[in-house]
């Protein structure tokens, strides 16, 4: 993700915050190599987790991100160029999170269990790394909200959803490695969305909504067994 180093802005500070991101806009400037530096971009990222879900991504500055973190703003530009660096590497940090959920409960599961009962154990996991991680619904919704941040929004649910390719050969999926990472791809979009939903608290109670995923992301994976 960090691939390039740019100049820091000198004179005005101004982020590039209220125009429509570029690709490159969403590249970070650098690798933070030392456990300090690392702190602070740890630091710069959960502040923006806190105010996407307390303000929402268009109220979000980088000015604001840097003031609640107590940085200067000329720290936050080492690293970012504007708010939407922050979101998209937001997202990755978000998506390594559940990877590292997934890959410890994975590690433990019993292979001799019916595959659904790890697949619904599974789905539990990411349930509560979502409910406990700070702005997960409201990144979810800026992802979806920038029309340039929505290849961070399919990366992350991509990356996510792959972890289960190994898996789900040995539950007897098996197809050609194109087809399985469409498969996935479409579980993870699916899976994010309802998690979305269920986590609105609207209309439907949210383990009524966890449960039809459940079922239908096990329908989904029995079509395709061999």
Known sequence: LYRRSIAI???KVQSMDERAPTGDDLQPRRLPQQPRARRTVERLLAVTAELLEEVGVDRVTTNLVAERAGLNIGTLYKYFPNKYALIAALALDFAEGQI?????????ADPQRPWQEVHDDLIDVLVAFNRERTGAVALQRALLAVPELLAAYRRMNFLTARELNGFLRRWGVDLPDRRLDLMVLCMGEASAALLDLAASGEDYAAEEIVTEMKAMLKGYIALHMA
């Open 9 to 11: 802005p000198r004179g």
């Open 100 to 108: 590292e959920a997934m890959r410890a409960f994975l590690r433990t």
